[in-house]
């Protein structure tokens, strides 16, 4: 299993980056996805699960109406588009996918966490 993260970056309150994640290693078309952060001094917290067909969506409450997340099954993508981001959005983002192959996430005991890959930082200041 692979998983590599790009697409952090610095930015104002307000703005938007896009983040992605290149899968390999693994059926990416038969796992629900998932992305996790970590913010400066605090645990893990998930963001947002994606089904494997992508038909399905889930948001934390922190980010809901605000991020968007996708994938290309084709390409083995997934993607975290954020809008309005605001400073406490600052953290490290994992992708990570299911423990099992068409298992359903709902929360982070579905979460193969230790294979998440090294993230991407965001950080979000003015």
């Known amino acids: 299993v692979q998983l590599v993260e790009s697409g952090g970056g610095l930015v104002q309150p307000g703005g938007s980056l896009k983040l992605s994640c290149a899968a390999s290693?693994?059926?990416?078309?038969?796992?629900?996805m998932a992305w996790v952060r970590q913010a400066p001094g605090k645990g893990l917290e998930w963001v947002s699960f994606?089904?494997?067909?992508?038909?399905?969506?889930t948001y934390g409450d922190a980010v809901k109406g605000r991020f968007t997340i996708s994938r290309d099954n084709a390409k083995n993508m997934l993607f975290l588009q954020m809008n309005d981001l605001r400073p406490e959005d600052t953290a490290v983002y994992y992708c990570?996918?299911?423990?099992?192959?068409?298992?359903?996430?709902?929360?982070?005991?579905?979460?193969?966490?230790?294979?998440r890959g090294q993230g991407t930082q965001v950080t979000v200041s003015a």
């Open positions: 990570a996918k299911a423990r099992e192959i068409n298992l359903v996430i709902q929360n982070m005991d579905q979460i193969d966490i230790g294979r």
């Open positions: 290693g693994f059926a990416f078309d038969s796992y629900q």
């Open positions: 994606i089904s494997s067909s992508g038909y399905t969506t």
